[in-house]
């Protein structure tokens, strides 16, 4: 086992027998067991009781170390598993349950909820109906114009930003894939297509580093094709019909 696994099951196995001894099954996750941490790395624990009155995220130091830990029990791991992570697009739940650790050793709640997650992860994301594959068609599209001509680079780096992210999701949502946010995105998309993921990480470098959008641009127009290309005249997005005041 890698030195830095063993280093961190030994410290969540120090954080459960002080903290949460009455757990009914405790997993360590996240890049730790993937062999991918680095020096500011955290632990990611997932906590699980047979019942608790709500889902808990607590954040704290132990042995220097920075820790998270996602308190559930079964009936909260599924509403998050089928409310929060399959309408988003992103199973960050379902992952650190699925590829977590159980420490000290395998529980039978550990295996359900292993086996909830790894059904959860198969199922794929809730699917893009027209509607969403049109607005994300049409923001990536208002993106793409703020960046053709920015004012400064004050104004286009935020943009740029934005649409590392929305490319990234419209890539994966509209292959009816799992999508993911933050530094999970390039992960996420070597999985998927290594050749688009070298692609996609070179041009928005050159967009950071040398302000230029150009490789950004085609890469947008190439992602949105299938589905129509840009977006902008015609689009429509009706608000919910209670977002009213009553007085």
Not at 91 to 96: E, F, G, K, W
Request: proline share 6%; net charge negative; hydrophobic share 40%.
């Amino acid at each position: 086992m890698d030195q830095q696994i063993s280093v961190a099951l030994s410290v969540a196995e120090k954080i459960r027998s002080r903290m949460f001894p009455s757990a009914n099954s405790f997993l360590l996750a996240g890049s730790v067991v993937r062999g991918e941490a680095t020096v500011t790395s955290d632990l990611d624990l997932i906590v699980v009781f047979n019942r608790v009155e709500h889902a808990t995220r607590q954040s704290f130091l132990f042995a220097d170390w920075p820790v998270e830990a996602f308190i559930h029990d079964p009936h909260t791991l599924m509403y998050f598993f089928d409310e929060v992570d399959r309408p988003t697009g992103v199973p960050s739940l379902a992952n650190m349950v699925s590829e977590g650790i159980e420490v000290p050793g395998k529980t039978e709640l550990g295996m359900l909820i292993k086996d909830l997650a790894d059904q959860n992860i198969e199922a794929g994301p809730v699917p893009w109906g027209q509607q969403e594959r049109d607005n994300s068609r049409y923001f990536i599209s208002e993106m793409i114009e703020d960046i053709r001509a920015p004012r400064t680079p004050d104004e286009l780096y935020p943009v740029v930003a934005d649409l590392y992210t929305a490319v990234a999701d419209h890539f994966c949502r509209s292959k009816n894939q799992w999508s993911a946010k933050g530094k999970s995105i390039p992960r996420r998309l070597k999985s998927l297509d290594p050749v688009f993921c070298r692609r996609f990480t070179d041009v928005f470098a050159a967009a950071f580093a040398k302000d230029d959008t150009a490789g950004v641009i085609q890469l947008c127009e190439d992602v949105l094709q299938p589905d129509g290309g840009l977006f902008f005249d015609g689009y429509n997005r009706d608000a919910p019909s209670n977002w009213r005041t009553t007085e």
